[in-house]
């Protein structure tokens, strides 16, 4: 029987992760992964916080080094654009020709959303998606010791650059919409937390701030909120989430919305075809309804489904959501949904910096972050993923094991 | 090149050069050890890269941290050898070093 041809369109995470796990798994046809950037498949969480300090290398970000792609036959083309699958003969097609495959796995990512507002054509306003994104960030942060930097969005990654920014010593702004950081993903009580933590390292943090426009000659020179403030700066950041990149699945059919759907086990509407990762639209019963998660853990966990289901083994996601953030001293875990909750217990101490906020509903765990606790997030996954009725008693009380609301260890 | 030596669950060997200065977990990721799966790219916040170092190098290393310490109460069958190997960072006197790889992680 002919050995089948599995091509993988995005070399991120989860593109890795499946060639990775095919692979690992046993399967010995033709792996052909094909990614837009330059470099080898490599890690995106240090780009916001070491890459920039300069204390991590553009090299030392791969997940692996060139030999292992040679010695793994995984055929690795950089620098390809796909630009249109087809997914009755099979073939994709990009600048340098056509690639034929028998099973595809788009894992094509997300790419950084701009602020539509007029000026965002000036000079040194920047995104943060991809290694080129962040050296041409640090070469613009580099470029004067006095600079004044406004960072527009107060998630994760505009958090984690005020924090590196301060770190460097530079002037820092940050700009939130909405009434407080993070504010879909944590508590009021975390988010609080953080916000005193960035202020009293020197970040000014505007809330309900939304921006009007960007103003400047060739360079942008100063920010114009909604309600006529107007905040200069030399350079800026807009962080402001993330647009998944479906193009190519919707033009060749597969049904799509804010994401590629995908079934339990990572299979789009077309049945040899899987996707993984930030762009793959899935049901989360952690979430209780459909959502893409954009994580390192995501990413990897369908990956790793998506290759078992590309060998026909298949195996159904259903990992409990965790993810991270690293801001300055304090390490961010948090695990779950945040949704409707009907309940906030904190455990542990807020002033001392060591903390978790559970948000129940119903008496059910649906999320959790903890601040500088490793171990309450780790027993918290599984929490989250067992699903369990709780006493917010015993999860509030320092004395109470966690561990022993599980069967099994943390 | 110093060598740092992994021995599989299976009992069988693996002996792999490393550069002084890169962690432990990063030289068994390099060189495909795939008991180690360090999920989060060595940041001490997922506890995938759970090694248990030989017991006749365990004292040459730096003690684990606060962070590293509570992590290691969470993998699968911690012992007292039990470290994360993101945490180690190698050094020449490390050369030839025997490091233990757990059956599974968390």
Redesign the interface.
């Known amino acids: 029987m002919a050995k089948s041809n599995i091509l993988i369109i995005g070399s991120g995470q989860a593109g890795f992760q499946i060639a990775a796990s095919l692979r690992?798994r046993g399967f010995d046809g033709g792996i052909q992964m094909v990614g837009e950037e330059s470099s080898l498949p490599y890690?995106r969480?240090?780009l916001s916080k070491k890459f920039i300090t300069g204390e991590i290398e553009a090299s030392n970000l791969s997940?692996?080094?060139s030999d292992?792609f040679q010695?793994?036959d995984i055929e690795l083309i950089t620098d390809l654009r796909i630009e249109e699958i087809d997914l009755k003969t099979n073939i994709a097609l990009g600048k340098s020709g056509k690639l034929h495959f028998d099973k595809l796995a788009l894992t094509t990512g997300t790419r950084s959303r701009n602020l539509e507002v007029l000026g965002n054509h000036l000079s040194g306003i920047h995104n943060l998606r991809s290694i080129e994104d962040a050296k041409h960030l640090k070469a613009g942060i580099d470029l004067a010791n006095n600079i004044v930097i406004v960072i527009v969005g107060g998630g994760f990654i505009g958090l984690e650059i005020a924090t590196t920014l301060t770190k460097l010593g530079k002037k820092v702004s940050l700009l939130e919409s909405s009434t407080r950081v993070m504010t879909r993903a944590v508590s009021m009580i975390t988010s609080n937390f953080f916000e005193e933590y960035h202020a009293d390292n020197g970040v000014k943090i505007i809330t309900l701030a939304k921006v009007l426009e960007f103003r400047g000659k060739d360079a942008v020179e100063e920010i114009v909120l909604a309600d006529g403030r107007r905040i200069p700066c030399d350079l800026v950041l807009t962080s402001i989430g993330s647009l998944p990149n479906i193009e190519l699945a919707e033009y060749a059919g597969l049904k799509c919305a804010n994401g590629i759907y995908v079934d339990k086990s990572c299979v789009t509407s077309a049945s040899h075809v899987v996707s993984a990762g930030d762009c793959a639209l899935h049901f989360n019963r952690f979430a209780g309804h459909f959502i893409r998660l954009e994580s390192?853990?995501n990413a990897?966990d369908q990956g790793k489904v998506a290759a078992s289901t590309l060998m026909g083994e298949k195996q159904i996601y259903d990992s409990a959501p965790w993810f991270?953030s690293?801001q300055g001293t304090y390490?961010l875990?948090m695990t779950g949904i945040p949704g409707q909750a009907d309940q906030y217990v904190v455990r542990g101490n807020i002033p001392e910096g060591k903390f978790s906020v559970f948000h129940l509903k119903e008496q059910r765990i649906i999320s959790v972050d903890s601040v500088?606790?490793?171990?309450d997030?780790?027993?918290s996954r599984k929490l989250v993923y067992s699903n369990i009725q709780v006493n917010p008693f015993e999860l509030e009380d320092p004395n109470f094991d966690l561990q022993s609301l599980l069967s099994t260890?943390? | 090149m110093p060598v740092v030596n992994f021995i599989h669950p299976s009992g069988k060997h693996s002996q792999v050069e490393f550069q002084s200065g890169n962690t432990l977990m990063e030289t068994a990721?390099?060189a495909?050890i795939?008991e180690i799966f360090a999920?989060?790219?060595g940041?001490?916040?997922c506890?995938t890269c759970h090694v248990y170092v030989d017991q006749q190098w365990s004292d040459q290393l730096n003690p684990p941290n606060d962070?590293e310490t509570?992590?290691l109460?969470?993998?699968?069958d911690p012992t007292e050898f039990s470290r994360l190997s993101c945490q180690i960072k190698m050094t020449e006197d490390l050369d030839g070093m025997i490091v233990h790889l757990p059956a599974e992680q968390?």
Request: hydrophobic share 30%.
């Open positions: 690992q890690q969480p240090p997940f692996r080094n292992f010695e793994n390192v853990q990897i991270w690293d390490k875990q500088n606790s490793p171990v997030h780790m027993r260890t943390c | 990721v390099r495909s795939p999920d989060c790219g940041v001490c916040v506890s962070m509570e992590l109460t969470c993998v699968p968390a």
